[in-house]
């Protein structure tokens, strides 16, 4: 199964967020992504939230920043 990830840095907020979630299913994203998003950015649970979530999932793991690490 296809390892999905949200970043909350492309997330439209003022408080610089730098959280990303990861799960195997988009049902499970989307759920972690709504808790996120209501308990952290005080946004209402709505059928737009749900869609602008969407919008920014990304298929694999959210990149991590390793300087220095060399192959
Ligand atoms: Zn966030």
Redesign the pocket.
């Known amino acids: 199964m296809a390892r999905k990830f949200i970043d909350?840095r492309e997330?439209p907020?003022e408080?610089n967020?730098?959280?990303a979630i990861a799960a195997d299913s988009e049902g499970e994203l989307l759920e972690a992504a709504v808790q996120?998003?209501v308990s952290?950015?005080k946004h209402e649970d709505t059928p737009e939230l749900r869609a602008m979530l969407k919008s920014i999932f990304h298929d694999g793991t959210a990149p991590m920043e390793q300087p220095g690490r060399a192959a």
């Open positions: 909350c997330f907020s408080m967020c730098t959280v996120h998003a952290v950015h």
